[in-house]
């Protein structure tokens, strides 16, 4: 989209101020909970229990905790740049119009996920691409230079 094209938000100021302000406490609250997250996957003293010998099942455990969490905060910083980006929306005035087609995001849309980049619509074009690039991906692999190998002809092998 560009410069040209950009669509101006249809969002009243007083709107605008409450988007804003339900964005930044949306954002604090992300970030104490990966801060949270952080410390408690990095912990050194997990699986301790003062003298108590360390089980294997307790490991991996403990392990499936620290991966999960890890992946979690993941899932929240990728969440707080959203957030950061619908706050740059805010202030260059292009909160609440869709990036794809240019158009109005409805308001209940923008209540239930303030950081919301496209319409209804649009989220599920974007999203039905995803789907079919993903399956694409899996469905169709390359081969490998093992796999190359393994096909060749043995007798070519020895020639070389």
């Known amino acids: 989209m560009t410069e040209e094209q950009k669509q101006q ?7 605008l101020k409450q988007f804003k302000e ?19 996957a990095l912990r050194e003293d997990r699986s301790d229990l003062s003298n108590m010998p360390i089980h294997m099942a307790d490991m991996g455990t403990d392990s499936y905790e620290q991966e999960f969490t890890l992946e979690l905060m993941d899932s929240e910083r990728k969440l707080i740049s959203e957030i950061d980006e619908a706050l740059a929306r805010i202030e260059n ?3 609440g119009i869709c990036e794809y087609n240019s158009e109005p995001i409805p308001k209940p849309r923008l209540e239930a996920i303030p950081w919301a980049k496209y319409c209804v619509a649009c989220a599920g074009i974007i999203e039905k691409k ?5 399956r694409y991906q899996t469905r169709y692999t390359f081969p490998t230079e093992m796999d190359e190998e393994e096909d060749s002809d043995p007798d070519d092998m020895k020639k070389n």
């Open 130 to 134: 995803n789907q079919n690039n993903e």
């Open 9 to 15: 938000s249809i969002l009243t100021p007083k709107e």
């Open 93 to 95: 005035g292009t909160f």
């Open 22 to 40: 339900l964005l930044l406490e949306k954002r604090a609250e992300l970030l104490g909970n990966v801060s949270y997250m952080e410390k408690d």
